[in-house]
Structures are given as C-alpha cells and as structure tokens.
C-alpha cells in the first residue's frame, strides 16, 4: 500500500535549521509530487511547498520562501524538507503528503506521512 | 490568497444524529475542494474530493456537495468513531489554503 514513512522529532535552537525527511514507498516515487504541511499546536494546517518527485521542480508558499528548501533522492525514494533560521513559532508538526494526481501538483492530498514534531525552544 | 472559512467552529450531536459542516471559499475554486478528517494524535486522512467523491475506506455516511465557493459536509447518521475534526481544502489556486476545521463531537 502506498505508505509515507517521516523521519523522527527533532528539537533546535532558534536561529538552527531543521530538516525532515519522508519515504514513500508503495507506488512509483516519481509519478507524484509531494506537499508539505505543517501544523502548529491546536491550529488548523498550513500549505508550505511541493515538490515534482519526477524532475525536482518546487514551488514554495510566500510565506516561506527564502527559509524553506524542499528537495528529494530518486535513488531513495525521499522527499526532504528543510527550514532555516527557526524561531518559537515554527514549533509545529511538519507533514509530507502525496499529491493525488500523476500530471502535476494539481490533486488533493493523500496519503499523509506520521507527522515529524518540531520543537524549538532555548 | 483564497481564504476558506469553515463553519460551525464546533458541533455537538447526538449518536444517529446528522452532522451539516460549511465550507465557505472568499473566490471561486470550482470543484477542487476536499475535505479531510483528523483524530487526535494522527495524521488528517482524505476523505471527500472533487467536492463530492468519497475517498476509500469511508462509509456511505458521509457525503459532500456543492460547487464555486459553498461546499457541505453531512454526516447523516453520525457514529462515535466520527468524533474527529474536519478541515475543508481548495486546491484550485496557489497556495493551497486550509480552513480553520469544525470539531465533531458525539453529545
């Protein structure tokens, strides 16, 4: 079954950077694109990038970009997400989850990865 | 970006009971809408897309319609293991945008 499979809790310092992996497994790697989401305590989700798991295109939010790196190894079926320069508010959990379609990042998500519990803090 | 408001922020309903959540976008986004549920804990998990398609492994229970900016979410006989939060999600425009959820809980 198609399965995303994230890399464990990570607590940093602020000013460090933070970088999460997600193996998917279950369907050919580089037929989809992958999201990342994240998720900070008792709020709702927030859209952070994507990535063509075919040719490497990313496309990140505004909100993000110049922090966030979004790459991937075709060899090991990964998508890697990394997050620089971090503060107090990027505690959150950060997701990984497959777009539904094969011609683009044009689908909705599914499936989800566990989940990777960021906590920065002094 | 397109803003989606969810409403209520929190409904409570009694086992049997039909549950109406509202997803309301701030510009059209067609049908590109889905919904997903999150239990304590986990992950969200699809459960509607194209506004009306009910992903695998959902029962017949749940059900979405609408087109453009308003979209429903029903529950029509809802069961403990409902008792989730729900989030509504465009995926017409860039960046993809979340609403703020509605918490289902059983009375």
């Known amino acids: 079954q198609v399965q995303l499979v994230q890399s464990g809790a990570e607590v940093k310092k602020p000013g460090a950077s933070v970088k999460v992996s997600c193996k998917a497994s279950g369907y050919t790697f580089t037929s989809h694109a992958i999201h990342w989401v994240r998720q900070a305590p008792g709020q709702s989700l927030e859209w952070m990038g994507w990535i063509n798991a075919g040719n490497g295109k990313t496309q990140s939010s505004q909100k993000f970009q110049g922090r966030v790196t979004i790459t991937r190894d075709t060899s090991a079926s990964t998508a890697f997400m990394e997050l620089s320069s971090l503060s107090a508010e990027d505690t959150a959990v950060y997701y990984c989850?497959?777009?539904?379609?094969?011609?683009?990042?044009?689908?909705?998500?599914?499936?989800w990865g566990q989940g990777t519990l960021v906590t920065v803090s002094s | 970006e397109v803003v989606m408001t969810q409403s209520p922020a929190t409904l409570s309903v009694s086992p049997g009971e039909r549950a109406t959540l509202s997803c309301r976008a701030s510009?059209?986004?067609?049908?590109?809408l889905a919904w997903y549920q999150q239990k304590p804990g986990q992950a969200p998990r699809l459960l509607i897309y194209g506004a009306s398609t009910r992903a695998t492994g959902f029962p017949a229970r749940f059900s979405g319609s609408g087109s453009g900016t308003e979209f429903t979410l029903t529950i029509s006989s809802l069961q403990s293991e409902d008792s989730a939060v729900y989030y509504c999600q465009q995926y017409n425009n860039w960046p993809r945008t979340f609403g703020q959820g509605t918490k289902v809980a059983i009375k």
């Open positions: 510009q059209s986004v067609s049908s590109n």
């Open positions: 989850a497959r777009d539904s379609t094969m011609i683009g990042p044009l689908g909705c998500f599914d499936p």
